[in-house]
């Protein structure tokens, strides 16, 4: 069992989104998965080009994407993964632009056009999407990032198997509010916040990487 995870956030230590996944992984890896995190900001690479490489009639393989860059090696694991984790800040209202990019080479070569509309991975794996957000939750419907979300979990259901979300939300944003513009915000609530809800959503994420190690029933 092989699971693999993927930062969208531009911070790769100790931040949100990063110890998350992390709690995630180390889930899995109590379960015994063999678990890898890919940092997505370490990474050169671009969305789709639109290329259609992957639609070609009489390719020679499918579900593989022509654009060669640092994704390519990462596209070739997944192919092999277990189950997947993607994890990303939210940047006005949507997933970061590398976890958006990464979206878009991850799941458009196994979304095949033919006429039954099959996909193209060819098994089914658990699947996951962790948010990390400033909002508390009560905002997130007056936000409207609802559907935003329950979009992201079809996708990657549709191409892969069932998708799982964890929120994480009312996040800080920096260590310390007295440094930078923060009127907006409470600090002293933010740090509180950060000393006992956090450690409960790194909790969650543990059960949920567990959850992940476990084989798919049927
Ligand atoms: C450019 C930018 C845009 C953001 N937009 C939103 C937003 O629309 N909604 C929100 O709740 N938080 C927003 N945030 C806050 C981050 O989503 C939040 O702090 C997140 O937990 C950061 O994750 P990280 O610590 O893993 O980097 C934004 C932060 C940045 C830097």
Known sequence: MRIMAFNGSPRTRDWNTVSLLEHALKGAEAEGAET?????????????????????????????????????DVLKRVAKADALILGSPIY????TASMRAFIE????PYNSYAEDGHCDFGRTIPTAMVYTMNIPEEMIETYGYTPHFNLTKRIL???????????????????????????????????ARRETAFPADCARAFELGKRMAMPLAG
Do not use: W
């Not at 006005?92 to 997933?95: L, M, V």
């Not at 080479?105 to 458009?108: N, P, Y």
């Open 36 to 72: 890898e995190m890919v940092h997505l900001y370490d990474l050169q690479f671009s969305g789709c080009i639109s290329c259609f490489s992957c639609k070609r009639i009489g390719r020679k393989q499918t579900g593989v994407c022509a654009v060669q860059d640092d994704l390519s």
């Open 157 to 191: 259901s549709t191409h892969f198997g069932p998708c799982e979300m964890l929120l994480a939300t009312d996040t800080v944003q920096y260590r310390n509010y007295d440094t930078y513009e923060s009127a907006k915000f409470d600090g002293n609530a933010k740090k």
């Open 92 to 95: 006005y209202g949507t997933e």
């Open 105 to 108: 080479r991850l799941c458009f």
